[in-house]
């Protein structure tokens, strides 16, 4: 019985070692589906606010946070504001962070998959005003007091 056991973990052994093997050795799902990484103008400033592996993990619970202060505490500051990141990061061709595939926001989002709503409200280009204002209080109920 101890034999038995003996071959049976050799076994599970040869069969785990064989396992990671054909999976070091298979291409990785971005070169078997052809995608390449996005290639991205270099922003117009030094550097930026974070660090480029940071900001490609955590930009968006910065903008989040950068909201919530802004909209419900009434705290501007400019350090992670969505403005600033437009006005370093709108492409030279076209002005805009999100106005073709191949600009800042736009490839990155395309090539994760994720959907782009900033721009549902904010403006994709440095300086310019957006086309929707959700943040103007409402003339119905009192103008939203």
Known sequence: MAKLAGCLRAGLRLAVLAGVAALMAAPSSEAVAGVDLPKLERGKGEKCVE?????????????????????????????????????????????????????FCAACHSYASVKLDCWDCHATRPGKKSAASPHVPSQVNGGGQ
């Not at 480029?52 to 501007?76: A, C, V």
């Not at 030279?92 to 191949?102: D, F, H, I, L, R």
């Open 51 to 103: 660090d480029t592996q940071f900001m490609r993990r955590n930009h968006m619970d910065l903008l989040k946070h950068q909201r919530d202060e802004t909209m419900r505490k009434g705290i501007r500051t400019t350090r992670h504001s969505l403005k600033r990141c437009v006005e370093c990061h709108a492409s030279e061709k076209t002005g805009s962070v999100a106005a073709s595939k191949e600009d």
